[in-house]
């Protein structure tokens, strides 16, 4: 598609576009009137002064209930949304502090003493030196045992012939 073609067709979409936007605020302010004219009818201005007092000390009354209404709802939501936040804040301690998984270090005993103590303290830990010293003691009836093998058969052989003559 060129470019030409392209910005044609994209100023056809925003001219659609900008039309139907104007098609719905003429829908929304006609359904504005259409509701004030059924819930509020004009008011007959042709009555006496008395009349007209009456009817305006009726509407004040009327603004100040819808008001009262007004303030108690707008505390009852600001009263729920303090109690919402207190709610979150307890599942929160609840829930715990999540640690973060721990990574391997491979690290010596000096170092990781270092790392505790500081720089300025010099401590060394040599573990292999602290260990005990174990000797094998070598065991004389094993050597005795592995002996020549051949004499062992001819021993067997020997054995096996007294039990045949029997």
Known sequence: MTSSRRHHLKSLMLQIAASWIEQETKDITAAKEAYMAENCP??????DQAALIEMCKKLH??????????????????KTDKEIEELKL???ELGGVKK???????????AMLQALLGGKH???MDLRANLKQVKKEVKEEAAE???DWRKNIEDKADRKKMFETS
């Open 90 to 92: 307890k599942v929160k």
């Open 42 to 47: 004009t008011p007959d201005l042709s009555q």
């Open 145 to 147: 045992g592995v002996g």
């Open 122 to 124: 010099k401590v060394t």
């Open 100 to 110: 973060p998984a721990l990574k391997k270090v491979r690290m010596s005993a000096d």
């Open 61 to 78: 009354q009327a603004i100040d209930k819808i008001d009262e209404d007004r303030y108690d709802s707008e505390a009852k939501v600001a």
